[in-house]
């Protein structure tokens, strides 16, 4: 694991332990920007310490980068399809009391929605998208050559890894509310239903595995760079 990748393993690790411990407070609202705010800072970070490859003139090109040529299909579908799937399940499904016990203690719960997943998703979204429009019109700053190739790849690692950071969160939420909802379903003395919440655990499972797939490759570093000579590493 290099610089780059243990800046966004630290900031996944605080924003996923800080927004779990929030979620057992009043301070449920938070969890997913706190989430989304420490990954953030660890992406950039870790593009920070990464070196883009520079030379001593700017080349001038005729051609036109267009946002469709960078961004990955992959982490893109699997983010709609996990944020479209969460929006159904809230919509199918009770908003679950608050899940720090207040029902225990106090015999009622302040009420809960998910307002603040939807903004930090949708906020998330546009930032990061914004971010990559600005990596891929961004000038070329070495010149033309091996050095233009090397550039080339420093643009499309660092859309992928935003791309990548992304679908960690969605991701991350997905899952995180998916089993909030099968664990609420799981008490059937309360009106829920047993066969959903397994089926929403299995439903999950499924999210937790984009998670780790999405956060293994923001721990994976995406090329080696020896000299002026950087071999890049496919991503899906």
Same mark, same amino acid.
């Given at each position: ?8 393993a630290?900031?996944? +690790? ?15 609202? !938070? ?8 990954l ?9 310490v990464?070196?883009?490859? %520079?030379?001593?003139?700017?080349a001038?090109?005729?051609r ?5 040529d960078?961004l990955?299909?992959?982490p893109i +579908? ?5 944020? %479209? ?13 608050h ?6 203690y ?8 998910l ?6 998703l ?6 990061a998208?914004l ?9 070329q700053?070495?010149s033309?050559?091996g ?7 420093w643009?499309?690692t660092?859309?992928?890894?935003l791309a990548d +950071?992304?679908?960690?969160?969605s ?7 998916? !089993?909030?909802y ?7 003395r309360?009106?829920? %239903? ?5 089926a929403? %655990?299995?439903l ?9 797939y999405?956060?293994?490759s ?15 590493v496919e991503?899906?």
């Open positions: 694991m290099d610089t780059a990748a243990r800046c966004r630290l900031g996944l +690790a605080l924003g996923a332990g800080i927004g779990f411990a929030l979620t057992r407070t009043y301070l449920f609202d !938070f969890a997913p920007v706190v989430l989304a705010l420490c953030s800072i660890g992406v950039l970070a870790g593009e920070a990464s070196r883009r490859p %520079s030379g001593e003139r700017r001038a090109t005729l036109t980068r267009r946002m469709r960078y990955p299909f992959r +579908a699997v983010s709609l399809a996990l944020t %479209s799937a969460l929006v159904a399940l809230s919509w199918w499904f009770p908003t679950p009391d899940p720090d016990h207040q029902v225990i106090f015999g009622t719960a302040a009420p809960v929605t307002m603040a997943s939807w903004a930090t949708a906020t998330g979204a546009l930032l998208l971010s990559a429009w600005l990596v891929v019109r961004s000038p700053n070495v033309e050559g050095g233009a190739a090397a550039d080339e790849t643009r499309r660092t859309v992928n890894n +950071a992304y679908a960690t969160l991701a991350t939420i997905f899952t995180a509310a998916t !089993f909030w099968a664990d609420a379903q799981m008490d059937w309360g009106g829920g %239903s047993p066969v959903w919440g397994f929403l %655990s299995l999950a499972g499924l999210g937790l595995t984009a998670v780790a999405y956060a293994g923001l721990l994976r570093p995406r090329h080696s760079t020896t000299g002026d000579r950087r071999v890049a991503v899906p």
